[in-house]
């Protein structure tokens, strides 16, 4: 298993962890995996933060 596929797996299951309200945020660690895989595969970089931002909005919005 690869540093990517360790950051793709993380970044997964926290996007998981948003839609389900289980976690918040902060405790996810979204932004972190996502930094590091922006050094690894910009292109997935781009794409997980897309699935990110959407995530995020919905979790906001259900909060509210």
Do not use: C, F, W
Request: aromatic fraction near 8%; avoid cysteine.
């Amino acid at each position: 298993m690869t540093g990517e596929d360790v950051y793709v797996n993380n970044i997964e299951n926290g996007l998981r962890a948003l839609r389900l309200k289980s976690k918040t945020p902060k405790d996810t660690n979204i932004a972190v995996n996502l930094n590091k895989l922006k050094t690894v595969n910009e292109g997935l970089y781009q794409d997980y933060l897309t699935k990110y931002k959407k995530a995020l909005e919905a979790y906001n919005e259900a909060k509210q």
